[in-house]
């Protein structure tokens, strides 16, 4: 148990109007969590403190070497007023799987669900409750020793921020256009890419603005060896139906397993529904989309939960995925991942944990 310290904003700023709408990341709640860490001593000092700058060395090791790790989750209301977490236990336990990579030191995954808690209650009245939104929660840890030599950091930053979002698509559950990258590569297996952490997305920013200027909204990576196999979208896992097989790529340590996805693969198996976690190389999903065998393909993450792909680019070839509508299990999966995480339906997977 932490022994959390609070200290109360005395300005607190106004809370957004609940009918216009929240752009993703930018607002931020009045107050975040903080806890500080240093060789010797452990994680000390939490608290919870009015939402403000923070101040480091230049030379803080976080600006140099990007030891950094972050984590992504949400916070919902339900229609009778209580506050759920969507699985915070397997974000907690993926923090500790990228602090192990990045050299951080791990969190107490009971503190880290406790600081979680404490701070989206202190700030509760924020999580917005018009249909599709939610609060986001961001928990990430930076390293902070003054140093410019290359070595694991002895002093680091623990911190929660909390930002009301909307739909991240504000168009709604609107098929996106995705560019398979043939250039850039974004992680190979070894390397970071099944950590979350700032390196994996400053590799990804050329093309994604390659992407966007070419009209697509994100990119589709593919695997750093052989430039051959389907990994994962910029910050989204990818699914496809082929011949009423769910298929998505395994987890082959270049990819981030995603809490979404692995919800949408306990959802289908649910359903009775057959689901691959394979290798699956571009020239398989070319030939199933022109033979017509490619009945959906969407991507999972926190942030839009389920997004539905109406069209893929691959070198001068864009395929048409359902006519650029969305599919039926796109659809029902979007439903009730939505439903089990507003309470709108009965948590029968046993995935929230409310805030009391
Ligand atoms: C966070 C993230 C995802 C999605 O994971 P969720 O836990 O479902 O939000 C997928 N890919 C990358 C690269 C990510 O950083």
Not at 14 to 38: A, C, Q, R, S, W
Request: hydrophobic share 40%.
């Amino acid at each position: 148990m932490l022994d959390i310290r609070v200290e109360k904003t005395t300005s607190p700023k106004p809370i957004p109007d609940k009918d216009n709408p929240l752009v993703f990341g930018t607002i931020f709640t009045d107050h975040m969590f903080v806890m500080d860490y240093e060789e010797g001593k452990g994680w000390y000092d939490p608290r919870i403190v009015p939402y403000a700058p923070i101040s480091l060395e230049p030379s803080a090791m976080v600006f140099h070497y990007g030891q950094e790790m972050f984590e992504g989750l949400k916070a919902y209301k339900t229609e009778d007023g209580r506050t759920l977490l969507f699985r915070p236990d397997k974000n907690i336990e993926r923090a500790n799987n990228s602090n192990r990579r990045l050299c951080i030191p791990e969190l107490n995954p009971e503190d880290f669900l406790q600081a979680i808690k404490a701070v989206v209650k202190m700030d509760e009245a924020w999580i917005p409750t018009k249909e599709g939104t939610s609060l986001y929660i961001r928990p990430f840890v930076i390293a902070t020793d003054p140093f410019l030599g290359v070595r694991p950091s002895n002093t680091y930053k623990f911190m929660i921020i909390l930002s009301p979002v909307g739909a991240y698509y504000p168009e709604g559950l609107n098929p996106v256009k995705i560019w398979i990258e043939d250039e850039y590569v974004r992680a190979v297996k070894g390397g970071i890419g099944e950590a979350k952490t700032g390196g994996n997305y400053v590799a990804s920013l050329a093309s994604q603005v390659k992407a966007h200027d070419e009209g697509y909204s994100q990119v589709l990576w593919l695997d750093g060896v052989h430039r051959k196999y389907i990994e994962e979208v910029g910050a989204m896992n990818i699914f496809f139906k082929i011949n009423g097989t769910v298929v998505t790529p395994k987890l082959n340590g270049s990819i981030l397993p995603g809490v979404t996805r692995n919800s949408c693969i306990a959802l289908c198996r649910e359903w009775g529904l057959p689901v691959e976690e394979r290798q699956i190389s571009v020239d398989e999903i070319l030939e199933a989309a022109k033979s017509g065998a490619m009945e959906e393909v969407w991507g999972t993450g926190t942030a839009a939960v389920i997004s539905p792909v109406g069209a893929l680019r691959f070198e001068e070839e864009v395929m048409q995925i359902q006519d650029g509508g969305i599919g039926p299990v796109s659809h029902k999966l979007y439903d009730t991942v939505t439903g089990i995480q507003t309470g709108k339906i009965d948590d029968f997977m046993n995935w929230t944990v409310e805030v009391r």
